[in-house]
């Protein structure tokens, strides 16, 4: 049985993040989406005034298994922070081994820690692997929710507007 251990990712990190974030990408059939870059990595989660963060999984021997990727959010109703998930990634080779699990529990245990009031993220309906598991953990889908976005050019038109 393989040892994990998780910590806060570092500037270090910055080009194992961005393969993690292409490799999730392509598993999301949306390789072509990403703009990402090592030093866009770099400046965004670990510049100052970044507001997101990361953590790092990897074996005893530092080979990194996975990554999550998160930030505070805000509930007006509850008047507290909130954690939110923007990205968990387990590499195939550790998939089945519990990482994707121990990340999650470990971003709750921050929310819990800091004293966020939810801890939340988001899935593409097709993926049944992660939402077995997010079920398994007795987390709840937020059906009665439709997300929206703008991006890109709309974004800046309807800025311009």
């Not at 059939?29 to 990595?41: G, H, N, Y």
């Not at 990897?58 to 505070?72: C, H, L, V």
Request: charged share 25%.
């Amino acid at each position: 049985m393989t040892a994990y251990r998780i910590r806060p990712a570092s500037i270090d990190d910055a080009a194992t993040i961005l393969r993690f974030i292409r490799e999730l990408a392509d598993y999301e059939k949306a390789l072509d989406a990403v703009e990402a870059t090592e030093e866009t990595i770099a400046s965004s989660l670990f510049g100052e005034g970044s507001v997101t963060r990361a953590v790092i999984c990897e074996t005893a021997a530092g080979e990194p298994a996975g990554s999550a990727i998160f930030f505070k959010t805000y509930s007006t109703w509850q008047a507290k922070n909130g954690l939110y998930l923007e990205d968990l990634y387990v590499t195939p080779a550790h998939r089945g081994a519990g990482v994707g699990k121990m990340l999650l529990r470990h971003l709750a245990r921050i929310a819990v820690e800091e004293g966020c009031g939810r801890f939340e993220w988001s899935v593409l309906d097709w993926n049944t692997p992660a939402i077995r598991v997010y079920d398994a953990l007795g987390a709840e889908p937020q059906s009665e929710w439709i997300r929206y976005r703008l991006d890109g050019d709309r974004l800046k038109t309807f800025a311009a507007g």
